[in-house]
């Protein structure tokens, strides 16, 4: 999908079709990443980031009623991955981790909570859905929990080990 789009000259922009598409590849529904990007899409046409159906990804902070303040890796108002964000919220999600390296969504919710709270901004419910995707990403609806390891990957822009892993439902 990247290789496809990258020429662009007003960034990286994906059909929300597409997007729909390859989500079952990255453990996300068609459902609900075709809902997830179809409202990215509207947001970035209000701000003239994009056109309907299509998602720039390199302007995801240009959709409006979806983009918000916190997170688990930006500083309040970046554009830019922050190194000492994300640090903070990897070194948080470890002491949450259980002796077995596994996390529950509460944790993921509970440390975006914190990075919000210390940026003194209130989560938006749009906000608040990035834990959800990223537990659900990572298998966490199939598995019960997800391993730190693989959120480490993650936050980094790596592919975690586990996708692709069968869960013990689908063996």
Partial sequence: MYDSSRSLRNGIRVAVTLISHLAG???CSKLSCG??????SAGQVTQGASSLGRVNVEALH?????????????????????????????NELKTLADS????????????QRNRCNEQGV??????????ELIYTFL??????????????????????????????AQK
């Fill in 122 to 131: 209130q989560p938006s419910k749009a906000g608040l859905l990035e834990g």
């Fill in 35 to 40: 809902a997830v990007s179809a409202a990215v």
């Fill in 100 to 111: 077995n390296g596994q996390l529950t969504l509460e944790n993921l919710r509970q440390v």
């Fill in 62 to 90: 240009a959709a409006a009623g979806i983009a918000h303040d916190c997170g688990l890796t930006f500083e309040k108002g970046g554009q830019e991955v922050s190194d000492r964000v994300r640090d903070r919220t990897l």
């Fill in 139 to 168: 298998g966490g609806n199939d598995r019960g929990s997800i391993r730190y390891d693989d959120v480490v990957l993650f936050l980094h822009a790596q592919l975690p080990s586990t996708i692709g892993v069968p869960t013990s």
């Fill in 25 to 27: 590849e990255f453990g």
